[in-house]
């Protein structure tokens, strides 16, 4: 699926998704009835996701794999074990045991807590103006709880009124069970929520689970993403959005 978009009805590692008929269509009449706003973490609340691109590139150039910043930003939503198997399986290599693939996780973990994560500029001002509208908000990631402790600042992870990281689930994204579970925890229908993402596997997850999705272009260009219901090109042009909107 590298340089592509997921089908919606397959996923990655090879479990077929039941879609109970057609997936619900956003329509903009949605908005006005908006509960709940659940966002994805790297490339979304923070910028993390070229540290790791950069860590992924390192630990698998030691396996003898090859890859590019695209071959991970077009994985992104994925869990950590997902990407690997899948990567091997894309360079037709052997996939490694799973104590292998573990300490291949652990090593890029402990090459990324090396570095220095920022939150994105106006995106604390933004989850702030949200909850003052009585905007419930989810934050729905890929990463380890780990990795979430260690970029989001507690004031940050305050903000959410859930957190669903991979530790959380038995499916990643595409899978809708990472959305699915969000909502189950913020307590409301996918009619009365939204999702915010930035990657193509992430997008296919929440439109899985009957949910409306914007897109920010901070990783992957607008062409990669046009499975969601809009795209904006920075977070002072959601910010305002959401202003405007509310």
Not at 170 to 181: D, M, R, S, V
Request: a negative charge; aromatic letters at 8%.
């Amino acid at each position: 699926m590298e340089g592509g978009h997921a089908d919606q009805n397959r996923i990655r590692e090879g479990v077929v998704v039941p879609t109970r008929g057609k997936v619900q269509v956003a329509t903009a009449e949605r908005m006005s009835g908006l509960k709940s706003i659940l966002f994805d973490m790297d490339g979304v609340i923070v910028d993390s996701m070229r540290q790791h691109a950069e860590c992924w590139i390192r630990v698998f150039n030691d396996y003898g794999v090859t890859l590019s910043i695209g071959d991970i930003y077009m994985r992104e939503g994925m869990s950590g074990i997902g990407s690997i198997i899948d990567i091997f399986r894309s360079k037709g290599q052997d996939i490694p045991s799973p104590d292998e693939m573990k300490r291949l996780q652990e090593r890029k973990l402990e090459l990324f807590e090396r570095y220095p994560i920022a939150v994105y500029p106006g995106v604390d001002g933004m989850l702030e103006f949200l909850s003052g509208k009585g905007i419930v908000l989810g934050l729905v990631t890929g990463s380890l709880r780990r990795s979430v402790h260690y970029v989001l600042p507690e004031s940050i992870q305050r903000r959410f009124a859930s957190i669903i990281t991979v530790d959380d689930i038995k499916n990643g994204k595409p899978h809708p069970e990472p959305y699915l579970k969000a909502l189950e925890e913020v307590g409301f229908p996918p009619e009365e929520a939204l999702v915010i993402e930035n990657a193509p596997l992430g997008i296919t997850s929440a439109k899985l689970a009957g949910l409306r999705c914007f897109a920010l272009t901070t990783t992957l260009e607008a062409e990669r993403l046009t499975e969601a219901d809009r795209i904006f090109s920075s977070h002072r042009e959601l910010d305002v959005y959401f202003r405007d909107e509310f």
